[in-house]
């Protein structure tokens, strides 16, 4: 019979099933949003158990169209620093996940820095103290939520990443699991030991009794449960949604980049097994292929705000009624009228690393419309994925030659288009634009040998457009330096 792969996307806004054939094409697929939770200014959260019923409604949609018989094995993907805390007895989140997005923390953050921590920290870990990662996450909840540390004398108290939350529900509380590449997003991970470290879990507060088994990205860490998904599936491929789509976009050496336009955006460069260290880029793990002993780096920038910005001119400006609109609405304008909109919706992240920045919309005039607004978006969007290029060249020594994209946010031909010209080099668009879930997919259908190896799976990724640049050099690198000009002013705000 004909294996297929279920992957499971575990994102920011909304969490996708996808199911695989060999050849990568999609077969099934079902998407569903759950709510945003933003309690207090820079805080955002999400409802966990929502997260659960929706990802198994997802799940259950698409296995309608495939039998679950035929799933040769479960990939999953998700939104890396987002933390859960769950009684194990009752099985129960109790509290909101905090997501990577939440700013919370940038007070305790601040105050190691101030004890001189902050190069510990990065050595061990690749990455810099700021409240995007979970560790200060963690922190929080354990000393702010009633009840959690009774639970945690109680030995009953576990702790994960959205990947080990799904997971233990998929296998009925059987595994508690997360793999190296989400293990080295959270400030408590030696990525060179390439295990929890017991000084820096101290340090934050996090007792590493509560953490998940770490295991490789590509191997089978366990089974689902028979009676969720009416079987026992392999869980054979586990990694951080930007992990997976560096993965399924063969960036496995150096010079070959990708850049996800999802919620954020995240350019990443494999370093295979060398350790590249960058003074505003992280340092991470890429992947563990078959066994931790061969896990594999990358060199990652981090952008908070990329397609979110889109999302709030739509919910909360209400300037678009869908984010596909703004392709046609930015494209009725010859420029965006001198405005420029950085995004600092969040802080600003690489290469910034700027939590306390605040968003900015300026240079607006009497004849600005609404246009004008959403091109600027659109063109921040693209404004900082050069910002993170420009520095990991720098880093590198090695200068990029066209750039790989992803994210429903690369299906907008005037981003593309805009983003060639402001780089001054090439965009390849794959057919398939969610490559995290892809990634997933083929993490796990390596572990399983639907295909022989990572060169195997991607000799099958087909192309859809490049962009090449059409725009004069001179007029885009003097926007850029105007862009630059509108994020100091952002930075400036706050102090």
């Not at 233990?168 to 990525?191: M, P, Q």
């Not at 470290?197 to 860490?221: E, T």
Request: proline share 3%.
């Amino acid at each position: 019979m004909k294996p297929y792969i279920l992957a499971l996307d575990l994102g920011t806004t909304g969490n996708r099933a996808i199911i695989f054939d060999k050849s990568q094409r999609s077969v099934a697929e079902a998407y569903e949003e759950f709510p945003q939770i933003y309690p207090k200014p820079g805080w955002v959260e999400h409802d966990a158990e929502k997260i659960w019923q929706s990802v198994l409604a997802v799940t259950k949609r698409v296995l309608k169209k495939v039998p679950v018989s035929r799933i040769a094995a479960l990939g999953v993907t998700n939104q890396r620093e987002t933390i859960v805390l769950w009684d194990k007895k009752t099985g129960k989140a109790i509290h909101n996940a905090i997501v990577w997005q939440d700013r919370r923390t940038a007070g305790f953050c601040a105050a190691l820095k101030r004890r001189g921590l902050e190069n510990t920290v990065r050595r061990k870990t690749g990455l810099v103290l700021d409240p995007y990662f979970s560790g200060s996450k963690l922190n929080w909840l354990l000393s702010h939520v009633k009840g959690a540390k009774t639970l945690l004398k109680a030995n009953r108290l576990l702790a994960g990443t959205i990947d080990s939350w799904i997971i233990w529900k998929l296998s009925n509380g059987s595994l508690h699991v997360t793999d190296t590449s989400n293990a080295s997003r959270t400030l408590l991970f030696d990525i060179r030991a390439k295990k929890w470290d017991l000084n820096l879990c101290r340090l934050f507060g996090v007792p590493a009794k509560i953490l998940a088994h770490v295991v490789p990205s590509s191997g089978i860490a366990g089974y689902t449960d028979e009676n969720i998904l009416g079987r026992a599936i392999p869980i054979a491929g586990i990694a951080g949604d930007q992990q997976a789509a560096a993965f399924a976009q063969g960036c496995f050496k150096q010079g070959v980049v990708k850049n996800t336009y999802g919620t954020g955006l995240f350019a990443v460069e494999g370093t295979g097994k060398q350790i590249r260290t960058s003074k505003n880029l992280l340092t991470t793990v890429a992947w563990s292929l078959g066994s931790i002993k061969n896990t594999e780096y990358a060199m990652e920038g981090s952008v908070f705000i990329g397609g979110a910005a889109i999302q709030w001119l739509r919910d909360g400006l209400g300037v678009i009624r869908h984010s596909k609109d703004s392709e046609k609405i930015a494209s009725a304008v010859g420029s965006t009228g001198d405005v420029f909109f950085v995004p600092a919706l969040s802080g600003l992240g690489a290469p910034y690393w700027d939590a306390h920045a605040r968003g900015m919309i300026i240079g607006i005039t009497r004849g600005t419309t609404s246009a004008h607004i959403v091109r600027a978006a659109l063109e921040a969007i693209a404004f900082q994925t050069r910002d993170i290029l420009e520095v990991m060249q720098k880093d590198t020594r090695q200068k990029l030659k066209r750039l790989k994209v992803d994210g429903g946010a690369a299906s907008n031909d005037f981003l593309m288009q805009f983003q060639a010209d402001i780089l001054g080099i090439p965009v390849e668009r794959p057919k398939m634009l969610e490559t995290t879930a892809l990634g997933a997919a083929g993490l796990a259908g390596i572990a399983v040998g639907i295909w022989k190896g990572r060169e195997d799976f991607t000799r099958q990724k087909n192309m859809d457009r490049v962009f090449y640049p059409k725009a004069d050099r001179d007029r885009m690198n003097r926007l850029y330096e105007r862009w630059k000009e509108a994020v100091a002013r952002s930075r400036h705000w706050a102090q």
